[in-house]
């Protein structure tokens, strides 16, 4: 195992758990993709809503 850990999950040993706030954010964008089907007005969307993904820390 190693790298970035998915959207809606968190490290947990080695296995991933499922973070329920973040499976949320996962799940509405899926929702979104289902009603548009595009990309871009997906993009649109989430922004317009406040959707946002967890902010990636680089190098500790």
Known sequence: MGG????GYQA???TLKIDEGEAAT???LYDLYQ???VV????????K???KSRRREWGA
Do not use: M
């Open 4 to 7: 970035n850990v998915p959207l």
């Open 12 to 14: 947990d040993g080695r």
């Open 26 to 28: 996962v799940r509405r």
């Open 35 to 37: 009603e548009y089907g």
């Open 40 to 47: 871009r007005e997906v993009k649109e969307r989430a922004e």
């Open 49 to 51: 809503l406040g959707v």
